[in-house]
């Protein structure tokens, strides 16, 4: 089983910047694609980023790309978010995801281990 906790959630004003992270603990880390969905209130939960083991496969979500990048270090077992030029639509629960899966990685249900969330509101 892989532990996934995640971290950097806050309030922020709009335009601003935050950085998640999420460490990983449990299996191979590098063998994992690792994706950021986000669940805003009275809404389901949206894809946001994805990346592949190697780090150099991403995707992003229409509504991130350009302002959302997603990185990751194989030797910390650690992913993370970079959101930029934040906008109040962006306040949600930030989750990170797991899975062995090489295909559907835009999926929830692609995913096999997920973390505790991190709230993140960003003010107008």
């Known amino acids: 089983q892989v532990q996934l906790v995640e971290s950097g959630g806050g309030l922020v004003q709009a335009g601003g910047s935050l950085r998640l992270s999420c460490a990983v603990s449990?299996?191979?880390?590098?063998?994992?694609?690792m994706g950021w969905f986000r669940q805003a209130p009275g809404k389901e939960r949206m894809f946001v980023a994805f990346?592949?083991?190697?780090?150099?496969?991403?995707y992003y979500a229409d509504s991130v790309k350009g302002r959302f990048t997603i990185s990751r270090d194989n030797a910390t077992n650690t992913v993370y978010l970079q959101m930029n030029s934040l906008k109040p639509e962006d306040t949600a629960i930030y989750y990170c995801?797991?899975?062995?899966?090489?295909?559907?990685?835009?999926?929830?249900?692609?995913?096999?281990?997920w973390g505790q969330g991190t709230q993140v509101t960003v003010s107008s």
């Open positions: 990346i592949k083991w190697s780090g150099d496969n991403t």
């Open positions: 449990g299996r191979t880390f590098s063998r994992y694609a």
């Open positions: 995801a797991a899975t062995s899966r090489r295909v559907g990685l835009v999926y929830g249900y692609a995913y096999d281990d």
